[in-house]
């Protein structure tokens, strides 16, 4: 930890709750936000973050969970030279996960990286209810392996360090983004209402009826498409759609649970 900061912490989250204190007077915030809820979660996650003990376990924890799955790796931690204040992992320096021409010189095919990073979220979020909840570029590496994959392609795991931020995933948010996923997978505009219902996202008196409609709509009309398509629909289309349902635009029946901020 750096020298301090225990106390420079403190003082940006007095400035945050004051902020906080301004919000919750102010209503397109405060009807969709539990301000109190979310600045306490973020609190909670910093102190989190300082306490390096806590991190080394969030480690092991992690470890264990994939210790039967080959393509991911978590450094070990050295419990003998750690403390509150200092972590000691494994070096386990490789290739960072943005730079693609060092992970394609090493014969690694960026399409079954992409893959197992996918793969390990959805593990991580719908099986183990426990997720690295800081994948940011400087926290995933990509360890190349001596032995080649039936294609050629150079064997690798991915690596990921940084314990400090994690989440936590409650039967009930689980629940409702396995169904919000299966409803997408079917195009069912009524049960991902329901989804929405589960997770707790929706305003009370939110119209049901005008989401499933809208759902279907967005479905029927961008069901398929990839992200350069997406990118090039036509303004009108969507000043259409917008106009179709314009009460649903302007009121925004949606709130952000404080349980779903990190995920």
Same mark, same amino acid.
Request: charged fraction near 25%; proline fraction near 4%.
């Given at each position: 930890?750096r020298?301090?900061?225990e106390?420079?912490?403190?003082?940006?989250m007095?400035?945050?709750r004051?902020?906080?204190g301004?919000l &919750?007077?102010?209503?397109?915030v %405060?009807d969709r936000?539990?301000?109190?809820?979310? $600045?306490?979660?973020f609190?909670a996650?910093?102190?989190e973050e300082?306490d390096y003990?806590?991190?080394? &376990?969030n480690?092991e924890v992690f470890a264990?969970n994939?210790?039967?799955d080959? %393509?991911?790796h978590v450094?070990?931690v050295?419990?003998?030279?750690?403390?509150?204040r200092?972590l000691?992992?494994?070096d386990?320096s490789?290739?960072k996960? @943005?730079?693609?021409?060092?992970?394609?010189?090493?014969?690694?095919?960026?399409?079954?990286?992409a893959?197992?990073?996918?793969?390990s979220? #959805?593990k991580?979020i719908? !099986?183990?209810?426990?997720?690295?909840?800081?994948p940011?570029p400087?926290n995933?590496?990509?360890?190349?392996?001596?032995?080649?994959?039936?294609?050629g392609?150079?064997?690798?795991?991915?690596?990921?360090?940084?314990?400090?931020?994690?989440?936590?995933?409650?039967?009930?948010?689980m629940?409702?983004?396995r169904?919000a996923?299966i409803?997408?997978?079917l195009? !069912?505009?009524?049960?991902l $209402?329901?989804?929405?219902q589960?997770l707790?996202?929706l305003l009370?008196?939110a119209n049901l009826?005008?989401?499933e409609?809208?759902g279907a709509q967005?479905f029927?009309?961008?069901?398929?498409?990839?992200m350069?398509? #997406?990118?090039?629909?036509?303004? @009108?289309?969507?000043?259409?759609?917008?106009?179709?349902f314009?009460e649903?635009? #302007?009121?925004?029946?949606?709130q952000?649970p404080?349980?779903?901020?990190?995920?």
């Amino acid at each position: 930890l750096r020298p301090n900061i225990e106390q420079i912490v403190d003082v940006d989250m007095s400035a945050i709750r004051v902020v906080g204190g301004w919000l &919750k007077r102010y209503r397109p915030v %405060s009807d969709r936000v539990n301000v109190t809820a979310i $600045v306490e979660e973020f609190a909670a996650t910093l102190r989190e973050e300082m306490d390096y003990l806590a991190e080394g &376990k969030n480690a092991e924890v992690f470890a264990a969970n994939f210790k039967d799955d080959r %393509s991911v790796h978590v450094p070990r931690v050295v419990w003998t030279h750690t403390s509150r204040r200092a972590l000691t992992l494994e070096d386990v320096s490789a290739i960072k996960i @943005t730079d693609y021409e060092a992970i394609e010189a090493a014969g690694i095919n960026r399409a079954d990286v992409a893959l197992v990073l996918f793969k390990s979220y #959805l593990k991580q979020i719908f !099986d183990d209810g426990f997720f690295h909840a800081d994948p940011h570029p400087g926290n995933i590496f990509v360890t190349p392996l001596a032995e080649k994959n039936k294609d050629g392609s150079t064997a690798f795991k991915l690596t990921f360090v940084d314990f400090g931020m994690v989440g936590r995933m409650p039967d009930r948010l689980m629940d409702g983004l396995r169904e919000a996923v299966i409803s997408i997978g079917l195009q !069912d505009s009524p049960r991902l $209402v329901k989804a929405y219902q589960t997770l707790g996202v929706l305003l009370p008196g939110a119209n049901l009826k005008l989401l499933e409609e809208a759902g279907a709509q967005l479905f029927d009309r961008f069901w398929g498409m990839n992200m350069n398509e #997406l990118r090039n629909i036509d303004h @009108t289309e969507m000043m259409k759609f917008g106009l179709q349902f314009r009460e649903l635009m #302007l009121n925004m029946p949606f709130q952000l649970p404080e349980n779903l901020l990190l995920l």
